[in-house]
């Protein structure tokens, strides 16, 4: 069955340091990936996806995400991060019946 | 594009009750609609998928008398919690994926339904 980790629950970062979150699937076919991001009490808003081609798939709010089939990877960084960016951020797997499954969440947070 | 709206934003009702929460594609016929639900610092966990004309297709563990859905038209999905109780409290949000989208699972969410159950 498809999953998908992330292994950082919370992460902590310094407004304008960079930021990577880690993402992990198991997904036996070409894996359709996504990054959704959540702010409190708000729905989730598309920040990128991956289909095909090109790994290195560029997104809104100036995020970037990079495929490693090798690593069955799918981490997202950017490399300044604003403290708007504080919110919570789901990778998610397209599955059968075109259902997602969602990772279970990393929250980031942004100190001053 | 691909706007989805949910109403209400919010809703407190008393134990017993039944409420109805709306989802909308805006600008685009959602032929698949998908209902979630989220606990506080979890993840969204699926509760049914929904074709336009047909029944929806509940996960494991997910009563499918307590909570209805349906979905009569491309743009509309309804989810009714019947006789809620407190421990239906949740936050709830649909999602969106139309004809374009199918096999990728790309899904487009609403923002969200907060149910307060006394």
């Known amino acids: 069955a498809q999953s998908v980790t992330q292994p950082d629950i919370h992460i902590t970062v310094s407004e304008g340091a960079s930021l990577e979150l880690r993402c992990n699937y198991s997904y036996g076919a070409t894996p359709y990936l996504f990054w959704y991001v959540q702010s409190p009490g708000q729905g989730l808003q598309l920040l990128l996806k991956y289909f095909s081609g090109d790994t290195l798939v560029q997104g809104i709010k100036g995020f970037e995400a990079e495929f490693k089939r090798s690593q069955s990877s799918f981490n997202l960084r950017k490399p300044s991060v604003h403290w708007s960016d504080a919110a919570e951020y789901f990778c998610a797997v397209g599955s059968y019946g075109n259902k997602l499954v969602f990772g279970a969440g990393t929250i980031l947070r942004v100190k001053s | 594009g691909a706007v989805v709206s949910q109403h209400p934003s919010r809703v407190i009702c008393k134990s017993g009750t039944s409420v109805k929460i709306e989802c909308r594609s805006l600008d685009f016929q959602a032929t698949t609609m998908f209902w979630y639900r989220q606990f506080p610092k979890q993840s969204l966990m699926l509760m049914a998928t929904?074709?336009?004309?047909?029944?929806?297709?509940?996960e494991q563990g997910v009563e499918k008398d307590k909570f209805l859905i349906n979905h009569a038209s491309l743009t509309l999905s309804t989810l009714t919690v019947t006789s809620a109780h407190p421990e239906d409290s949740s936050f709830y949000i649909c999602s969106a994926g139309g004809a374009d989208f199918s096999g990728s699972g790309e899904q487009f969410f609403g923002p969200g339904t907060r149910l307060t159950v006394l």
């Open positions: 929904s074709n336009e004309g047909s029944k929806a297709t509940y």
